[in-house]
């Protein structure tokens, strides 16, 4: 980033980063659970493995010659 920052941003390059004097600093646990994946949709995970084992299945029947493998 070798580019010169716009004038409107130099007066706050150099400011402190702000503290709350009303909230105590938050945990790194409490802060990395934010971001932390989450299942949206509840069971879609079970269903996406399921789809992925029948379809491995109807893969591994297909090159073993099973003619019944859909």
Do not use: C, N
């Amino acid at each position: 980033m070798s580019e010169k920052l716009p004038e409107r941003y130099q007066a706050i390059l150099h400011r402190p980063h702000p503290i709350s004097t009303k909230h105590p600093p938050m945990s790194r646990e409490k802060r990395a659970a934010q971001f932390a994946p989450f299942a949206a949709l509840t069971g879609y995970g079970e269903v996406i493995q399921q789809t992925q084992a029948e379809h491995e299945e109807a893969v591994r029947k297909f090159h073993q010659g099973d003619s019944d493998w859909d």
